[in-house]
T-cell receptor, first 112, second 110 residues
Framework: GENVEQHPSTLSVQEGDSAVIKCTYS??????FPWYKQELGKRPQLIID?????GEKKDQRIAVTLNKTAKHFSLHITETQPEDSAVYFC???????????FGAGTQVVVTP | EAQVTQNPRYLITVTGKKLTVTCSQN?????MSWYRQDPGLGLRQIYY???????DKGDVPEGYKVSRKEKRNFPLILESPSPNQTSLYFC?????????FGQGTRLTVV
């Protein structure tokens, strides 16, 4: 089955700097890659997603890039703010109704 | 408001005492699932259901049961809980594009 690896497990950045989280997946048939943000004590919330027919997608300060050949995708957060502090999960799925396979998560801490 | 509701939010129980965590969604979604979240392991799928009376195992089904008698409800049953089932549990309801999570149930088995 699909295996998703996520790095780093923790990431500390200064406010205003950029943060990058990287994920690799094993199943070349995977075609949908969402990113979730989980604030302390809350449920995961979808922040951005990308499908395999697109190489990059941007939404304000966040962007996701996908390299299908290398089977990796990344989340980029620019101009980080304290409210960006959370755990971020990447995930991969290979068909419309298939299981989402999650990475282990990255704890992002933005220090003022 | 579109939502997934699970109860209880917190539960402390003893080893071997059967318990049920309820999950309900109001979005008429066919696909529902249960995940457990443990530090360093991310979210792992326990069971999923494609529709009423259709359920299947996820990655970590041992020690759990589910049922899907109605489209909106998908309860998680622990027949004989053990301490290694202490975890944070999320119910989820999905479209082909997006997963909606419940608020989570923090379960402690002593």
């Amino acid at each position: 089955g699909e295996n998703v690896e996520q790095h780093p497990s923790t990431l500390s950045v200064q406010e205003g700097d950029s943060a990058v989280i990287k994920c690799t997946y094993s199943d070349s048939a995977s075609n949908y890659f969402p990113w979730y943000k989980q604030e302390l004590g809350k449920r995961p919330q979808l922040i951005i997603d990308i499908r395999s027919n697109v190489g990059e997608k941007k939404d304000q300060r966040i962007a996701v890039t996908l390299n299908k050949t290398a089977k990796h995708f990344s989340l980029h957060i620019t101009e980080t703010q304290p409210e960006d502090s959370a755990v971020y999960f990447c995930a991969a799925r290979k068909d419309s109704w298939g299981k989402l396979q999650f990475g282990a998560g990255t704890q992002v801490v933005v220090t003022p | 408001e579109a939502q997934v509701t699970q109860n209880p939010r917190y539960l402390i129980t003893v080893t071997g005492k059967k318990l049920t965590v309820t999950c309900s969604q109001n979005m008429n979604h066919e696909y529902m699932s249960w995940y457990r979240q443990d530090p360093g392991l991310g979210l792992r799928q326990i069971y999923y259901s494609m529709n009423v009376e259709v359920t299947d195992k996820g990655d970590v089904p041992e020690g759990y049961k589910v049922s899907r008698k109605e489209k909106r409800n998908f309860p998680l049953i622990l027949e004989s809980p053990s301490p290694n089932q202490t975890s944070l549990y999320f119910c989820a309801s999905s479209t082909d594009r997006r997963v909606f999570f419940g608020q989570g149930t923090r379960l402690t088995v002593v």
